[in-house]
């Protein structure tokens, strides 16, 4: 296997090959897509050939792309939670038959050293991105034991303290993170791998659900060590002057920023509240900082595996994520309190809108799901008492209702955040079934009948038309740099014109593309070692400001092909253009006749993206309407030049959208 195939991660190679999305044939590290388009399957002489893309890139976007999330977990520590050792195997077919999967098992890899020490074997297991309540080794092996039926459904329950504890909202807050929320897990026992899990758990929700932290971010403190009642206020950079976790020296909010600019960890997060005028922060009743949300915790409140009274705040831009990440901390692990599964809530006071709530509300949702629905999806024929005793072993509580035989109440615990709808309690059903247990059979309802846009239909029928003129399609990226959307063509940027990404990643992803141009003529640079000459065409969408609509923008859709050759091309791009209109039936209208019916005629074009005196404008008469549709010509050689392309290039654009 070369070292291209060996460099891409192995859950992403199978994926792709199986899904003949890439060829590994290529080397120097870049990799062909191909993505054999349903036009094609029948002309495999002109599969749909993108443009090779740059392994770097390729990982970043799988990477940036969400996929399920990963949890590593001690092999020993979960069988011993399981009541028994399992072999690989066997482990693996409990997580698929639970609908989750076993990624890896390091027992025979080479295990990194911590503390001069070997890691212990790792069970790499993936989860649904939506099933929170996985994130943690906890979570996984209640869940499983629930499973498996060796652990009762647990009770939450909240605790009535005879004061508590208080979290005073300022009105300032609502500038800059308007919500909060608390929770105290009191008389808890940790060790170093619960404690540890208790941090991991807190970065994962803040990279899944929380979005780097942008929506929602969690601070926990030794409740010893603070005193309340707390308030949470927005105040002046200035005016915040705190220790920083793990810190010694004292500093206000800009200080702050300015010490975690180039922070490896913290440095990400700083854009979230870097440009407001006021910064989040809690205090307690001595005026103590507990934390700058999102940013860290003061020193004086840190945690650690001594700690036995936990302060969970939680703050956020939105309630809901707000409510659900409160649940996923103290769910997971008030099993580790003092009396297992209790929670003390925290009362949440907003003096400027009079509004008092208590955190976390862990009461159970109910829903309700039709017997026959479940069924019908599952091809089963169950009792409602049987849904009920499989929805057990999902966690659920559930019972058949008194008032009709075809429904079931379902009482949703707060640690299922996932659950919606009763398809999601149907998809419970069927996992605890057994997928592999269920009948095999042709679907007895008929799929939907449904047929293609109008505007995909007609771009079917260019595709289809221009790959057997001998033209190869290919399909770029969408997204591309500010200087290949407009400097690299000799065009000059408006302001108006392009969709602008607010934060991109990298400078090659800076705007949503307003011509098909770019992506063709990087194709034809990353292919270079091929022979000439190279025909390609891309149909696809381009994007434009568009401040009368709702959205802001449009699509439209165009047709873009490119000659490249130790000649220009031009009249092989001009008769690509004659036959495209001949088979939309739009005939060319020569200078001085009348238009009669659809037709087309070309004017001079002076753009300086062509070669001065060798471009044309293309402009169509359909039902009487003149308009401009697209140009084609020879490129510049500073746009050649721009590209790394030695030999002249005749490109060919058009909006489709005119034909409809």
């Known amino acids: 296997m070369d070292t291209f195939s060996r460099s891409i991660p192995r859950q992403l190679k199978s994926t792709l090959i199986n899904s003949r999305l890439i060829d590994l044939s290529q080397r120097g590290g ?3 897509v191909v993505a054999c388009g349903q036009n094609f399957h029948q002309r495999k002489s002109h599969p749909r050939l993108c443009a090779p893309i740059p392994l770097g890139l390729l990982l970043e976007f799988y990477f940036a792309t969400p996929t399920m999330p990963t949890i590593s977990v001690d092999k020993a520590a979960l069988f011993k939670e399981l009541g028994r050792e399992y072999t690989t195997e066997e482990f693996d077919e409990l997580c698929f038959e639970f609908g989750i999967e076993l990624d890896e098992d390091t027992t025979n890899s080479d295990r990194p050293i911590v503390d001069g020490k070997q890691e212990p074997p790792q069970l790499k297991i993936e989860i649904p991105a939506n099933r929170y309540d996985l994130l ?63 941090i ?15 929506l929602v971010s969690i601070g926990t403190h030794d409740l010893d060590t603070v005193k309340g009642p707390f308030t949470y206020e927005a105040l002046s950079p200035k005016d915040i002057k705190f220790t920083p976790l793990n810190q010694t020296q004292e500093m206000d909010g800009e200080e702050l920023m300015n010490f975690y600019e180039k922070h ?44 036995t009274n936990v302060l969970i705040e939680i703050t956020a831009l939105d309630k809901t994520k707000l409510d659900i990440v409160n649940k996923m901390m103290v769910t997971m692990f008030s099993q580790y309190t003092l009396e297992p599964f209790t929670i003390e809530p925290v009362q ?74 009763q398809c999601d309690i149907m998809e419970d059903v069927a996992i605890a079934y057994g997928f592999n247990s269920l009948p095999r059979a042709f679907p007895n309802i008929s799929g939907t009948v449904a047929q293609p846009l109008p505007i995909n239909k007609l771009s079917d029928i260019v595709r ?99 000659f490249y050759g130790k000649t220009s091309g031009f009249e092989v791009v001009h ?86």
């Open 464 to 562: 289809v038309e221009t790959a057997m003129a001998g033209w190869s399609e290919v399909l770029p990226l969408i997204l591309c740099s500010h200087d290949e959307n407009f400097g690299w063509l000799n065009r000059e940027d408006d302001g108006n014109t392009a969709v602008k990404l607010a934060n991109p990643k990298t400078l090659e992803f800076q705007v949503v593309r307003t011509s098909l141009l770019p992506g063709l003529l990087k194709t034809i640079r990353e292919n270079k070692h091929h022979s000439v000459p190279m025909k390609i065409f891309e149909v696809s969408d381009v994007a434009f400001k568009d401040l009368s609509l709702e959205r802001k923008s449009r699509n439209e859709r165009h047709f873009a092909a490119a």
């Open 136 to 198: 943690c080794f906890e979570g996984i092996a209640l869940m499983l034991n629930i499973f498996l039926g060796r652990n009762p459904l647990p009770e939450y329950k909240l605790t009535q303290p005879a004061q508590m504890e208080r979290i005073i909202v300022k009105e300032d807050t609502t500038k800059i993170r308007p919500y909060v929320a608390g929770a105290i897990l009191r008389n808890i026992k940790f060790d170093q791998a619960r404690y540890a899990s208790f």
């Open 200 to 214: 991991a758990l807190q970065d994962k929700l803040h990279q899944n659900l929380a979005r780097q932290r942008t």
């Open 30 to 32: 870049s990799v062909a």
């Open 575 to 660: 008769g690509l253009l004659d036959r495209i209109m001949a088979m939309l039936k739009t005939n060319f209208l020569a200078e001085g006749e009348t238009p009669t019916g659809d037709s087309y005629y070309l004017k001079k074009l002076d753009d300086p993206t062509y070669f001065p005196g060798h471009s044309a404008s293309i402009h169509v008469i359909i039902d009487g309407k003149d308009q401009a549709i697209g140009s084609f010509g020879i490129l510049h050689p500073t746009v050649l030049e721009k590209y790394e392309l030695k030999y002249p290039v005749s490109t060919l654009e058009l909006n489709v959208e005119a034909f409809m």
């Open 264 to 307: 490896q960890q913290l440095g990400k997060y700083l854009h979230i509240v870097r440009d407001s005028p006021v910064y989040p922060v809690i205090y307690d009743s001595n005026r103590t900082v507990c934390s700058l949300p999102p940013i860290i915790n003061g020193d004086h409140s840190k945690i650690s595996p001594n700690t």
């Open 348 to 421: 949440i006071v907003s003096e400027h809108n009079k509004e008092t709530r208590v955190t976390p509300d862990i009461a159970p949702r109910t829903a309700q799901a039709e017997v026959s629905y479940i069924n019908q999806c599952c091809g089963l024929s169950l009792s409602p008492a049987e849904i009920c005793t499989l929805l057990t072993k999902m966690a659920f509580r559930a019972k058949p209702s008194t008032t009709s035989l075809d429904i079931i109440n379902v009482e949703i615990p707060p640690t299922r955040a996932d659950v919606l709808h």
